[in-house]
């Protein structure tokens, strides 16, 4: 359905978003806190399981297969990438659904679907930025500033939009 609707909307001046940005920030403070205290603790977890891991290498080099703890090692990485990414999008969610109250759970639960796209846009856009930096430093900053809104749009419109799209819009 096209919106038909041509009248421009006024963006708010400076003052009103850092105000209107610090009282969703108070409103939400305690689900923001939980939800980064949930992936801390995660995290924490797995770099009990990195040091257990290494400290059990040192006592027992011959029973613990190198390869098996590189294996263990590379999962690990990839569930720490995984759960900052959730917990991105869970932050973004519980501020982007502003108009009702979620709890840390309840955004993660319904950040879970936006990962894949917003893991696509994170590292596509870190890669386009890397690219620009090593052409000249000047081009890495602009696409850094041009492309950092593009995962509040997987968020906001994740039925619309491709990772490329996303990184369009922005």
Excluded: H
Excluded at 61 to 70: E, Q
Excluded at 97 to 107: G, H, L, M, Q, V
């Amino acid at each position: 359905k096209v919106n038909m609707n041509t009248e421009k909307k006024k963006l708010p001046g400076c003052r009103d978003l850092f105000t209107g940005s610090w009282n969703l920030y108070k409103d939400r403070f305690w689900d923001l806190i939980s939800i980064g205290l949930i992936s801390a603790l995660v995290l924490f977890m797995f770099q009990g399981l990195f040091v257990l891991l290494g400290n059990v290498k040192n006592i027992s080099p011959s029973g613990i297969s190198v390869i098996a703890v590189g294996i263990v090692n590379f999962a690990a990485i990839l569930v720490v990438i995984l759960v900052t990414i959730w917990t991105s999008a869970a932050m973004l969610v519980a501020v982007s659904k502003s108009d009702e109250a979620i709890s840390a759970i309840e955004a993660y639960r319904r950040s879970w679907i936006f990962v894949a796209k917003y893991f696509g846009v994170s590292i596509l856009g870190a890669l386009l930025v890397v690219g620009g930096t090593l052409l000249l430093v000047i081009p890495g900053i602009f696409l850094a500033i041009a492309l950092s809104m593009a995962p509040l749009i997987v968020i906001n419109e994740y039925n619309e939009v491709s990772v490329v799209s996303a990184l369009k819009k922005s």
